[in-house]
């Protein structure tokens, strides 16, 4: 995703990687992870970065700079949202994590005794008021209320590993690794 036909791709290695259109160069600022899980742009050149070490802001800025969420400094994350409030949620190694406050921040874990939203989170897509959460034990729903459903295949088997979720218009696409 990027301005005026410029991309920005998180990678393994090589942090976030920005290709620039215009000119076919390559743009790499240095972060405090090696390996970038996902980016998430908030625009006006801002986008949260999660990756093996945290997550935080990266400003696109000349010099770009980044600012890591406290909270997370210690954690592998996968993927990270704006609540819109203040916050974030979090897929991480150890689960679904919720960010409040500011000064300092507060996380907290969501569902650890949840059969799906327990285990290593991967993917977050907001949908209307729902959380939706990729795991590497299926696919959840966090409603608004805090209470939570499954979201099984049609043949009502646990759809696994999710990965990945993109939404389409009111269709959400369901990236899983070996179910389809």
């Known amino acids: ?36 899980f996902s980016i998430r742009p908030l625009g006006d050149g801002e986008m949260l970065v999660a ?18 969420i406290p909270a997370l400094d210690q954690e592998r994350v996968w993927d990270l949202l704006d609540d819109g409030e203040g916050g974030y949620w979090a897929a991480t190694d150890a689960g679904l994590t919720r960010i409040t406050g500011g000064a300092p921040f507060v996380s907290q874990r969501i569902g650890a005794d949840h059969p799906v939203l327990g285990g290593p989170g991967r993917a977050l897509l907001r949908r209307g008021n729902d959380l939706w959460v990729g795991t590497l034990n299926g696919l959840a729903v966090v409603q608004p209320d805090g209470a939570v459903r499954s979201i099984e ?4 088997s646990s759809l696994g590993y999710v990965y990945t979720l993109v939404r389409d218009g009111d269709t959400v696409w369901i990236g899983t690794l070996g179910n389809g």
């Open 153 to 156: 295949a049609i043949d009502g």
């Open 51 to 68: 990756g093996d070490a945290g997550g935080g802001h990266l400003r696109l800025s000349s010099p770009a700079t980044y600012q890591a």
């Open 1 to 36: 995703h990027g301005r005026h036909g410029n991309a920005w791709v998180a990678t393994d290695s090589s942090w976030v990687v920005g290709v620039e259109a215009v000119r076919d160069a390559i743009t790499c600022p240095a972060l405090p992870m090696t390996s970038v």
